[in-house]
């Protein structure tokens, strides 16, 4: 049974082949994440109907396949970037994890002195 990084290496191996770069292309990596972001922001911008005079252009559905493309996109540069991109990925999630909950317990109406 393949994890999720066994998947996005494979996603890896077939961006790099299509990409026709003599080596692996790592720009071209990091810049799909951009281009992919970029088109889940129009997506949104059609689906609330922002720019087309209230005319509703896009779907959540598409919008929701956009994100996960970006999101796909820039687990697929990490991987590239990152000597082990399994650790990196969940050291940073469990730090902006810990963040979070230390922020929202602090903001927490039950931890107010007042």
Same mark, same amino acid.
């Given at each position: ?33 951009s281009e992919e972001a970029n ?38 540069? !990490?991987?590239?970037? =990152?000597?082990? *991109? &399994?650790?990196?990925? /969940?050291?940073? !999630?469990?730090?902006? =994890?810990?963040? *979070? &909950?230390?922020?929202? /317990? ?9």
């Amino acid at each position: 049974m393949s994890t999720l990084w066994d998947d996005i290496h494979h996603l890896r191996r077939r961006d790099e082949r299509r990409s026709h770069a003599p080596e692996p292309a790592r720009e071209l990596l990091l810049a799909k994440v951009s281009e992919e972001a970029n088109e889940a922001l129009e997506l949104y911008r059609r689906m609330r109907g922002w720019g087309t005079n209230g005319t509703v252009t896009a779907t959540c559905e598409e919008v929701c396949d956009e994100v996960c493309a970006a999101i796909m996109a820039a687990m697929v540069a !990490l991987d590239c970037l =990152a000597p082990d *991109a &399994r650790v990196h990925w /969940q050291r940073y !999630l469990a730090h902006g =994890a810990d963040r *979070a &909950r230390a922020e929202n /317990q602090a903001a927490s109406p039950h931890n107010s002195s007042t």
